[in-house]
């Protein structure tokens, strides 16, 4: 199995222009997960899907950012208007989820994102 | 809410000491425990998991055990490697609930 796929691994942008991170989770798993990591506010669940519906967004930091799954195979998290502050690594992690019982999440490698 | 408290790093350590990094969590009921490890420049990847009281989860050298009583698992592994320095994160989730609460990590250098 190829893993948690994210693209892209690094992305360089200026201030005020439009973000869109990608990921493929593993084939069969019906739970995605976007997570921000940064030095000062560790690991943070920003929002995650169950068979493809939005089901908390709370994490979500303001309405500068969206999240989309618009099949079982893909989802996108948009920044727009990115700001330098936005600057971290960005993973995602899919997980089997069955009613009942629980499952580790297994992440992606990341897409480091640097906003100047 | 549930919530979970790992020792602050960084934990410095010689080759082939013994390791241990503490992880204590409060919540409801019987949460399902796991310890993820996150190399330089990677995702973090599951390295054991423990699913009930009393369950050891062991995986490369490393074994942690589901304490109910003491509401801890804490990370052991009784000879450490170069190749081990890492942030280890503890989480748990409950059955039935898809989300994973994280401690804030625990970074590991070891030394030659």
């Known amino acids: 199995d190829a893993g948690v796929i994210q693209s892209p691994r690094h992305e360089v942008t200026e201030m005020g222009q439009e973000v869109t991170l990608r990921c493929k989770p593993i084939?069969?798993?019906?739970?995605l997960f976007w997570y921000r990591q940064t030095m000062m506010r560790g690991l943070e669940l920003l929002i995650y899907?169950?068979?493809?519906?939005?089901?908390?967004d709370s994490g979500m930091p303001e309405d500068r950012f969206s999240a989309k799954m618009p099949n079982a195979s893909f989802s996108t998290l948009k920044i727009q208007p990115s700001e330098p502050r936005d600057s971290a690594v960005y993973f995602c992690a899919s997980s089997p989820t069955a009613s009942g019982r629980s499952y580790e999440q297994y992440f992606g490698p990341g897409t480091r994102l640097t906003v100047t | 809410g549930d919530s979970v408290t790992q020792m602050e790093g960084p934990v410095t350590l010689s080759e082939e000491a013994f390791l241990t990094i503490n992880c204590t969590y409060t919540a409801t009921g019987y949460p399902s425990l796991f310890w993820y490890v996150q190399y330089p420049g990677e995702g973090l990847q599951l390295l054991l998991k423990a699913t009930k009281a009393d369950d050891k989860g062991s995986n490369k050298g490393f074994e942690a055990t589901y304490r109910k009583e003491t509401t801890s698992f804490h990370l052991e592994k009784g000879s450490v490697q170069v190749s081990d320095s890492a942030v280890y994160f503890c989480?748990?989730?409950?059955?039935?609930?898809?989300?994973?609460?994280f401690g804030k990590g625990t970074m590991l250098l070891v030394s030659p």
């Open positions: 989480a748990l989730t409950h059955s039935g609930y898809s989300t994973l609460t």
């Open positions: 084939s069969g798993h019906n739970s």
């Open positions: 899907f169950n068979n493809n519906v939005p089901i908390d």
